[in-house]
């Protein structure tokens, strides 16, 4: 349901790839809540994925920019800035990647260039467009900026491998760039930290399916959808939440406060 939470605002959606992804729900949701947006994508992403169905959907213009060059974001926070006629009240960074995981190397036996990739592309993009924003004096005052995380960045999951320190550096960046973009703009910068997804990057993770079902297991709520966090991220940029900045926000059912619950009690006790 619709409360026009968005009305007037416009904002950049980053990472939307298809159906699944946590961006395409996002933006479905800013554009009921009466938002103008502007998709964009690594130029590669829009010649595999599907955001031209999601931009018809959205009536938004798409402009490419691979995350982590700032010639392409200048030109996209400029066009944006232009196709939407006037400063931006909300950005979405929802990108992530790791060649390590994407070619399966264990912990011990990670590539350090594509480590690198791997921070730049998932926590460096998020300071990377924020610095660019700035700069182009892009953003109005309550404006908000919102991450995508994952809970990796305090807990261990062995898969998760160096993206895990992506996730510790992007809620880091959030931190310190919320401090500075508060005091000169007013302008607030959050992490979300959401359960394991049904997404192309999640599924991507060995052992997915066990952590997702752990996760949902232990979580009082259940897992987080999509669709949920959809609606959360919509909070964020509303002006409901002006106060809110520099934290890295739960999204998890619950499952970051939970111990052990009495089914995974009952699952370890019947284990001889
Ligand atoms: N799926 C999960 O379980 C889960 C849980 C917590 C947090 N997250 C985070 O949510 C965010 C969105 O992921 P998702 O699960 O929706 O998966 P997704 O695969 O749909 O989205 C990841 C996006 O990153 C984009 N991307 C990769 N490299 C890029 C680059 N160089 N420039 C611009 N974009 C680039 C991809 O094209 C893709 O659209 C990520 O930050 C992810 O880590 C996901």
């Known amino acids: 349901m619709a409360h026009n939470l968005l009305q007037g605002k416009r904002g950049i959606i980053f990472g939307a790839l298809d159906e699944n992804s946590i961006a395409w729900k996002v933006a479905l949701r800013a554009k009921e809540e009466g938002a103008s947006i502007v998709l964009t994508n690594a130029p590669i992403a829009l010649r595999m994925g599907k955001i031209k169905e999601l931009a018809?959907?959205?009536n938004a213009e798409i402009i490419p920019a691979d995350a982590t060059s700032i010639e392409d974001l200048t030109n996209l926070i400029n066009k944006s800035v232009e196709v939407l006629g006037g400063k931006l009240d909300f950005m979405l960074h929802s990108i992530g990647m790791s060649p390590n995981i994407r070619n399966e190397k264990s912990y011990g036996d990670l590539n350090y260039d594509w480590f690198l990739k791997t921070l730049?592309?998932?926590?460096?993009s998020f300071h990377k467009m924020m610095q660019v924003a700035e700069k182009q004096d892009a953003m109005?005052?309550?404006g908000s900026i919102v991450g995508l995380s994952y809970i990796a960045a305090q807990r261990v999951f062995p898969h998760y491998t160096d993206m895990a320190q992506a996730k510790a550096t992007l809620e880091s960046i959030?931190?310190?760039y919320g401090h500075r973009f508060g005091k000169l703009k007013k302008v607030r910068v959050n992490t979300i930290?959401?359960?394991?997804?049904?997404?192309?990057?999640g599924q991507g993770i060995d052992g997915?399916?066990?952590?997702?079902?752990?996760?949902?297991?232990?979580?009082?709520l259940g897992n987080a959808s999509a669709d949920e966090c959809a609606d959360y991220t919509i909070t964020l940029f509303s002006d409901l939440t002006r106060k809110v900045t520099m934290q890295n926000l739960f999204h998890d059912g619950g499952f970051s406060y939970m111990g052990i619950s009495e089914e995974l009690m009952e699952m370890m006790a019947n284990k001889k």
Request: hydrophobic share 35%; net charge negative.
């Open 56 to 58: 018809d959907l959205c």
């Open 120 to 124: 730049d592309i998932s926590a460096l």
């Open 140 to 142: 109005n005052e309550y």
């Open 174 to 176: 959030a931190r310190s």
């Open 193 to 201: 930290s959401q359960s394991p997804t049904m997404t192309t990057a």
């Open 208 to 220: 997915f399916d066990a952590f997702y079902n752990f996760a949902d297991q232990l979580s009082p």
